[in-house]
């Protein structure tokens, strides 16, 4: 006689906490960007959405999109790469979930700090 023991569920706030904490994890990534955009999509379309993340499920397959804020002279094209392989990485090992689609969007490059910016050199 096998006995049932009942169902999981995994919220949606599950996969968008996974993603953020890994994003935010790779040198390089800033912060995650806020967009506008992003709530007006949550709006016309049944998407879950947390700042500047949106997760999709079909037929238990995710599709992620990131939205984010970079820092000044990391190499763009890797770090995207890096994102994608990570995020889908961490959320098939801790919820065995198929990653469909991780898409890397860099709205925007933070400002170098004048501590970073080098000095000009004065000739007196």
């Known amino acids: 006689m096998e006995r049932r023991l009942g169902t999981v569920t995994i919220a949606p706030q599950v996969l968008l ?3 953020r904490l890994t994003t935010l994890s790779i040198p390089g990534v800033a912060l995650m960007s806020q967009s506008l955009a992003g709530n007006v999509g949550r709006l016309l379309r049944r998407q879950r959405l947390s700042q500047g993340m949106r997760v999709r499920v079909e037929d238990d397959v995710v599709y992620l999109d990131l939205y984010i804020v970079v820092e000044p002279g990391v190499n ?49």
């Open 17 to 19: 906490t996974i993603a």
């Open 76 to 124: 763009l094209l890797e770090l995207g790469r890096e994102i994608q392989h990570e995020t889908s990485r961490a959320i098939s090992d801790m919820l065995g979930m198929h990653v469909g689609e991780v898409n890397v969007h860099i709205q925007d490059v933070v400002a170098p700090t004048a501590d970073s910016q080098p000095e000009e050199v004065c000739e007196q």
